[in-house]
């Protein structure tokens, strides 16, 4: 039962970060029509705005302070990150909580990308063939984490999260269950967020105005626009938002999977097999099936199952892709008429 | 150029005269060694497959690396147990390829568009997870397979091979060493025939089926044609020449690995067809070419030797340009793949070859214009249809 819940978990939190970068692409997907290759890349910039943070808080004072001196007859340097040294406690708590702090700073960053790429490159694709926004965005997402790797180093990059949150969590008890049941606060903290953005998307597109124009818009395009609503301008914003939500995840991810500069791809092969499973096209679609085959690829990973079925918890995911597209060519939950030939 | 028989023939001795000289064609570029030669046929004969594929019916397939990767370990295989002739090692290898491609394109073909893609995205992983994983003891995991000493080789000691031989095991043509140029020389007489056949299809009615399917697959449905059976057969056929060239990459270095599935692999194959100009028959060789050559030449450079190459600057300027250059060449060389693959897909979709047209196309009318009137040009100028 321990292990079950243990899995279970751990799926959830993978299907969280599936869910959320699938979320993105479906959304991008559904406005613009795009298949955007560079989503993962926007997760894996995310991510790297938590470790740039993170570095810059850290920018160290030297001091010599020629009272001790080391072994070897030097001063002893005094080395205190000028965050903490100008700010004091506030400043201690800013490198401590630099991830949370990273959400805050990646929201406008993310946004900025985002509407940036929009305007400047997949604007001009609407018109094109599929096949060349896919190779398109491919060359991007290769160029971004080119660029990454450039600045940054080809190692994973690892990041703390708050000490607050580093501990883990009897989750046993919690839920009254007995003992041996923990798990990590960090990841408990992350299943929340998840849920926290995924709540506040939908949410946004069903109470807003805004959102309205856009669930409009992704219906027919057409129609809204003959209305005299600038339909573009909304659907740039939406990418931006897109952007935003891989960026976000990036950054809470970072304390889970040290960051490097292919982790965006990592995630991407899987986002888009998340999205084809849930359903090009439907929102619910992506988060249910993001969930959905994090758990499965969990449960494959237990060694229960591995033993049956040996190698089972390499290929799960695209099997059930394979699966299901076959069965049920419109993903789970996909709309009709959506690229289905 | 017209596709008549004639200019076909022309086209395809040009080709092939180009191939056999390539070590004197090349030599200017300083490209002219066999090791780089051999790779220019492998992934020409590579790309020519993909594009019967994406070229002739655009589907867009993300998963042909794991043809290359299962070509190359049936290769190796045929090394191992019936001995290093390479043409049983190529043979069994594209039967292989062949029914591997059947299976899966059978299922990936049920879909089209972004949904084809990611299938055969999705075999190609479940494949490369595989050969890790599970299939470890046919593939040999992350250390490659190779053959050894001891492997059977049950032909070449039957036909007299010494089975205590204890040197290097290299394929062998009748008894000469597969390497260096004469490796070379078998890839590019592999290369030819690869390239007439790849003509021969395209030209062919059945060529002009999966055209058909690629212009509209509704249309074709409608006058009756079963449009399936055809992008199959172009599928399996694509699989083969990917075979082909995994297992003359185990013919010139008798090694498999299961990194040549990655994804990565399989991107690359797309850039080259779409660099070289997707559909027409000389661009996914060039394409392959240029990629690989320029693979080559950006990733050999390092600091010092830009140090060198921009050696007039002064120092200052000199050191900021030598910074600047270096994040583009060495191991930074997939940047410059990336940008180059960008530039090409916003300005030049058709590739190299349309970017050759073109430029034929403007000097023709510049020449044209030249000779006649003033007024005889601007009527032909607004002929042109205004696009």
């Known amino acids: 039962m321990d292990t079950f819940l243990l899995q279970l978990l751990n799926g959830l939190d993978k299907g969280g970060a599936y869910a959320l970068i699938a979320l993105g692409l479906t959304l991008i997907f559904g406005t613009l029509g795009v298949v955007n290759f560079a989503h993962g890349a926007l997760f894996m910039i995310g991510a790297f705005v938590a470790v740039t943070l993170n570095r810059f808080f850290s920018i160290e004072k030297v001091v010599l302070d020629p009272t001790k001196t080391t072994p070897w007859g030097t001063p002893v340097e005094i080395r205190t990150p000028y965050a903490e040294a100008y700010l004091g406690d506030w400043g201690r708590f800013l490198i401590d909580y630099s991830v949370p702090v990273s959400i805050l700073v990646a929201i406008p960053v993310m946004l900025l990308i985002g509407v940036i790429m929009e305007r400047g490159l997949i604007k001009h694709f609407y018109k094109r063939p599929h096949a060349e926004q896919i190779l398109v965005t491919f060359g991007l997402a290769i160029v971004l984490q080119e660029i990454i790797k450039a600045i940054f180093g080809a190692n994973p990059i690892p990041q703390q999260a708050p ?68 339909i573009e301008r909304r659907f740039t914003i939406v990418f931006g938002l897109a952007a935003v939500v891989a960026g976000v995840a990036g950054v809470m991810y970072t304390p889970i999977l040290p960051p490097d500069y292919h982790i965006g791809m990592d995630f991407l092969v899987l986002s888009f097999v998340v999205v084809v499973v849930g359903g090009m096209g439907s929102l619910e679609g992506a988060v249910l099936a993001g969930f959905l085959l994090g758990i499965l690829q969990s449960f494959a990973s237990m060694n229960e199952v591995k033993s049956i079925l040996p190698g089972i918890d390499q290929i799960i995911l695209y099997l059930v892709a394979v699966v299901v597209l076959l069965a049920r060519p419109r993903g789970l939950m996909g709309r009709k008429g959506v690229m289905e030939n | 150029m017209d596709a008549t028989p004639r200019n076909d023939l022309l086209l395809f001795l040009i080709f092939s005269a180009m ?112 050969a890790y994983s599970v299939l470890t003891p046919i593939t040999n995991g992350e250390t490659g397979l190779r053959v050894l000493n001891s492997d059977p080789r049950f032909l070449d000691i039957a036909f007299g091979g010494d089975p205590n031989y204890s040197g290097v095991l290299l394929s062998n043509f009748f008894g000469i060493d597969l390497t260096g140029y004469a490796g070379f020389y078998f890839c590019a007489a592999v290369l030819i025939i690869a390239f007439y056949v790849a003509m021969r299809i395209t030209r062919s009615p059945f060529g002009m089926k999966l055209r058909a399917i690629k212009s509209n697959q509704n249309r074709m449905a409608y006058t009756g044609y079963n449009t399936r059976p055809y992008v199959l057969t172009a599928f399996v056929i694509s699989g083969m020449y990917a075979g082909l060239a995994g297992s003359l990459m185990a013919v010139t270095d008798p090694l498999a690995g299961a990194e040549r599935m990655q994804w990565t692999a399989s991107g690359e194959v797309v850039l080259m067809t779409i660099l070289g100009g997707t559909g027409t028959l000389l661009g996914p060789v060039l394409g392959a070419g240029v990629i690989k050559y320029a693979e080559n030449i950006f990733s050999a450079y390092n600091k010092s030797e ?82």
Not at chain 1, 164 to 192: I, K, N
Not at chain 2, 80 to 103: H, R
Not at chain 2, 306 to 318: K, Q, T, Y
Not at chain 2, 319 to 333: D, I, K, Y
């Open chain 1, 163 to 230: 000490a607050a949150f580093s501990g883990s969590a009897d989750v046993g008890a919690m839920l009254s269950l007995g003992e041996g049941l923990v798990y990590p606060w960090w990841r408990l903290m992350y299943l929340a967020f998840a849920g926290f953005v995924i709540a506040a998307v939908f949410a946004f597109l069903q109470f807003t105005t805004f959102g309205m124009v856009v669930r409009a818009g992704m219906q027919d395009r057409e129609t809204v626009g003959l209305l005299g609503i600038n």
């Open chain 2, 19 to 130: 191939v056999l000289a390539g070590p004197i064609v090349l030599w200017p570029f300083g490209a002219a060694y066999p090791d780089l030669l051999q790779k220019f046929a492998i992934f020409g004969i590579f790309a020519i497959g993909f594009n019967i594929l994406f070229g002739l019916t655009g589907y867009l397939s993300f998963g042909h690396a794991a043809f290359l990767g299962v070509g190359s370990y049936t290769a190796v295989w045929s090394f191992k147990l019936l001995g290093m002739s390479p043409f049983p090692a190529i043979l069994l290898a594209m039967f292989m390829t062949g029914l591997f491609a059947m299976a899966v394109g059978f299922i990936s073909l049920r879909r089209s568009g972004i949904y084809f893609s990611i299938l055969t995205l999705a075999f190609a992983q479940m494949s490369y997870n595989l």
């Open chain 2, 306 to 387: 830009l140090n060198e190459v921009f050696w007039m600057l002064p120092d200052g300027l000199r050191e900021t340009v030598v910074s600047v250059a270096s994040l583009f060449v060495g191991s930074g060389w997939h940047l410059t793949l990336g940008i180059l693959f960008m530039l090409i897909v916003i300005f030049l979709p058709g590739g190299l070859i349309e970017g050759a047209n073109r430029i034929g196309r403007l000097i023709t009318r510049m020449t044209n214009r030249g000779k006649q009137s003033d007024q005889a040009a601007s009527v032909s100028g607004r002929a042109q249809p205004a696009e």
